[in-house]
Structures are given as C-alpha cells and as structure tokens.
DNA sequence: ATTGACAGCCAAAACGTTTTGGACTATAAT
DNA sequence: ATTATAGTCCAAAACGTTTTGGCTGTCAAT
C-alpha cells in the first residue's frame, strides 16, 4: 500500500542503508546517487513511516496535553484558545500534539504513566495544577520533561509558566476599594485549584489592608462556569444585606453574575458592580463590558510549549519559571 | 530504561512469545504460566510500547483532529466542546486524539496527507466544511476514513453529521416575521463555509416566502468572531433607515452584535431583535438572553467518532448521514 | 609495489512488538 | 506398539526505519 524505503531501494537499484541516508542528507553518497532517490522517493511519493522512525529513535515528537473536562457540557473558551497557543509552537518545531480527556480523579495518573511508557509522548503540558497535584509529583518522580501552567503548594522547583493572580486580584480589589465598594463579595473557584487560592488572596490581602472585613456568606464557590456564577451570584443577592460589588474568580462566573443582577432587574455597574479574570473575548462584547484582569492565554500556551520542547531537546532554558505580571483591565462593569 | 517483553522474558524464564501470548489471553499457555506472567509484568510495572505494537499491528488507535485556527487570537467555545466530545467517545473506544492546528489553504494538504502515509492516524475528523472542500477530495480519493461536521455542495457520497441550518434559519426568521419585522438583516459568516451558505439559504426562503426583500446592504460579513459581529452591526446600525431585527450567522456574533446595539444606547428586544445559531453556553447568561438555535456540540462530536470508529474497524454503519432537525430557542432577545 | 586516504556503498543489528508455523511431551485411542 | 489428540511452548519472521561497522575500488603519495 504504502510506499517504503524498500520500495525506493528496488526502483533504483540501491541498498536500503544508502536510500535512508541520501535522505538524510549524509556525504557518503554522491551526489547522482542522492538526486536520483530523492527524484524517485517524490515520484513515488514517499513519506516516512514515523512510527518506525519513532520506534527507532526513541522519540515521539509529540506533546501530551490532557484536557481536565467535567462533565459533558464542557466550553470553556480558555481552552481552545490555549490549545491554539500550544499548536502554533508545537508546529513551528515540528511536534503534534496528543489529546485525552480525562477528569481528575483516580484514572487520571495512569493515563500519564500509560502515555509515557507506551511511548506516546516526549514530554507534558499540565494544566489547570491543584495546591497538591500528584500529577506534578508523578512527572518529577518519573523524570518525564513536563511544563505547567500553574504553581503548587509546596517545593517549586519545576518549570512552570503562571500569572500572579494574588497581584491582578489585589489591584482589581483596590480598584473596587477606591470607587467606596465596602460591601464586597467573592465567588471563588474551587479552593483546590492553586489559581483560586491565588486569587483569593489578593482579594483577602486589599480588604484587610482596607480594613474592610468580608463576612463569611459573602464568599461562594462556584465551578467556573456561567451557570455557577449567575446561581452564586443569585445566593449572594438574596442575602439580607447584599453586597454592592462582586467579583468573580473568572470572566466566566463574572458573566454569570452579571446575568443574575440583570434578571432581578437591577443595572451592573450602577446598582452593582461586578468584575472578573482572564479578559476571554467575550468580556470585551458583554454588556457592559467587563472589568477584569488581562491574561495572555494564547502566548502562555506558546510559552509553555517553546518551553518545553527546549527541555527535551536539552537545550538550556534562559528561565524556567516565569511570573506574568497582571494588567487589569478597567471597563464599565464596575460603573463609569 | 522502560521494561520490555524481553525483561519479562528473561525474569520469568520463557520466551517472549509466550509471553506476549500470555498476557493476551492466548489459550496455548497453561495457567501457571500465564499466571506468573502476568504477575512479573505488573510487578515489573510494564507497559507495552505502543509505538512497536502499531507497527506491527499497522493500525495506529489514533483519530486525527485539525483545528482550523484563524490567526492568534483563537477562542471559539465551538472547538472546546467538539473536542471534548471527539475526547469522550475516542476514550472509549481507546483511540487517542491527534490534534495540529493549520489555517485553511495551500499546505493543509500537506498536513492531512503527512498524517495518514506517516501511519498517525487511522482516520480523521473534519470540521467546518466549505462549499469546495479540497480536504474532502483528497481524502475520498485516498480511501482513509474520514467523517465530516458539515456537508460541502456536489455529491454527498461520504459520511457526515450536520444539522439542518437552512431550517433552522427557517424557523428563526419566520419568527422573527411572525413578530412584525420587516426590516430584517443577516450578518453572514464567509459563504465559503457550507454551513453560512446553508443558513442563509433559510434566511432567503422565510423571506421570500413572506415577500418581504432583504437590500443588498443588509446583507454583511463577518468572521464568527463577537467582534466582527460588533463592526459588522456597527455598519448596519448607521445604514440611513437601519433594521429592526438582526440575525447572525453564528452566537458569537450576534453577541457582538448585541453589544454594537448597546453602545448606541438602544435596547436589544425592544429598540431592536437580535438573534444567532448554536446556542452556546453563553448565549443564555446574556443581557438579554438570545433567540437563536440549539446545535448539540457535544453529542455531535460524540456521534462523529463513533461513526469514524465504526468504519475504521469496517463494522456496519447504521445510518451514514445524518442530518439533525434544528430546535429553536426563544428567549428575551427578540422582544417578550 | 606498497601504503594511506577517501569516496561510495551496503549487510546486519537494533528498536519492541505480534504472528506464523511449527516442535515437543504426555496422554488417550486404536 | 503405533497413531491421534491436546496441551505447552518457542524460533524466526515481520512491521519500516536508522545506525554501526564494515567493505571495495580508486588515486596519490611514498
């Protein structure tokens, strides 16, 4: 079916060894000899079997990037547009990119070990790390090249690409701070996401620096996304005293939010202000536009991945940890 | 490095074949022996080189995704949810997803054909077909499995998912009719997708239908994105007698749309209707929430791989096209 | 005439599997 | 005592590459 190098041997006479090396461009065939196989592996339209050239070489050329999904509804525009980030780069250094979805849970481990051994990866993108993530222990143990997008509790002493949240949540707090915002309510991711225990503590750091206390109903979980947002933000202003301002620990819940004010009526950024982190897109287009913390998705994923492949390669990395500092992004979802 | 078949060999005493034989569940080898096998792997921690098993096996369980990314700044909450349900049902099956990202046009080719003769996947998944689609030709004639998201114009001889975005559109603009608008415009997404072409196609109908004509200015392009949607309503609304309602070709732009709207001052739903097609997530936490039509992403992508799976394992295809019936999903957007 | 250097070529091993086509032993049937 | 049968096992080939460690012939220098 396919054509081989065996293929091209026969049809010019010369031994397999020669072929794979004219190929390769070694000097220890002529130059009539080179041009004639490579005239012969076009007309054929030879391509390489790259698993036999993997299995030979013991390299993949490939990243592992594991999607975290919940459940099925799963759009979170972050992703794509991270997985963008990361094809460009994996791209342009001749890499593919290997996708599996999996939650995290017990299975989640084995689907790294399995990649790895099996031969399916060079190295991974985490992403998405929780304060303890085995999934970074596992990789440091095993010695596999991996990058994260993310910090963890604990010892950092792997490469990893993260923005300040705690910084880009402080300075949009002291934003809300200055305009007299005093009620002040935060709905947080998860506390297991690192980002969120970030975040979390800009917020917690400008309200005690203001001396402005947050009672406990005034903090709310949500789960990242729209729906979750907009039913915490439902929680919150049916509390006896609501608050008058809200942030979101992302855009997405901060939209949410933005939506549960809009039904009871009330205007965002007049009655209530809200605000958000990530600056997706949408943020740009809501109604009103949405204060938040800018965070360069696209590039981080390039990043990472530049990161990454320099790791494997052994090449040196100028610096293997690196701290985006926040830029917020003042719109008029937390009034004019 | 990684335990091989040959470690287990040597450990336990017999020969590699017996214990490939063993531990896949062959009956030519006792149980003893199949036990101990079985025990020495596991405690060996082996994993089988899956590079070496396809290569002789000459299947790859791989399934072969390419993004068509737009330049940088790529977030369509589309792919995230397409992906993770390619994701759910490849994992099911035990397939890997491969995913590249490549702009549509002259190399693309190169990428798909790279793919399938370097033996990195088994079949592909398609998306965003255009009315020409070169991808669709070349993979024909190839005879590598493929199923598309989508139908292109010419013969309809491969397999496909697609919902019928003519009657979607249908029912969207005759509702819109049945409200009174007669000043209706359409911003359109590049009539080189068949699903733009599909959908305006609808739109036309419901009109002539109710002779009611649609001037050639009202009658824009964008680029799916909300900020497209934005300029392209922006154009609209400064026509000498703008529309009263305005349909997008897509969510993301009806949303740019609503915020063009906004800006101006005026109310979406009473001043003016807006309405879109996909019914992502955040279309129902918008101010207000948008009229459009429902596409299950999700179970779309589902659906695909499973078909794809089916051929590649030349099991029998129940139905090899489908086309769903669209649902429409009124809310706030185009008035109470 | 020998030696050395060099250009051009190639057989065979290796990567880690699966599969083919037996071989061997013990027991049962003739 | 021979032949079948079944139960275990395995050597070798194959998948398509790359790399190792040669070999052969030519030419120039000794």
Redesign the pocket.
Known sequence: ?????????KKT????????????G?????????EMVERVAKEMG????L???R????RTDTIGFILPTFGPRFSDPFFSEFLAGIGSSATKYGYDILVSTQPPGEKELEVYRKKVTG?QVDGFVLVRTRCQDPRINFLRESGVPFVAFGRTEGELDYPFVDEDGADGMFQLTKHLLERGHRRIAYITPPMALMFARDRWQGVKRALDEAGVSLPDAYLVTGELTQRSGREAARRLLSLPTPPTAIIAGNDLMALGAMSAIQERGLVVGEDIAVAGFDDIPMSEASHPPLTTVHQPIYEIGQMLTEMLIKIIRNQPLESQQILLRPQLIIRQSCGE
Do not use: C, F
Request: aromatic share 4%; glycine share 2%; net charge positive.
């Open positions: 079916m396919a054509v081989t190098i065996k293929d091209i041997a006479g010369k031994s397999i060894t020669t072929v794979s090396r004219a190929l390769h070694y000097n220890d065939v002529s130059p009539e000899t080179r030879y391509t390489p079997n698993l036999a050239q299995l030979q070489k013991q031969r």
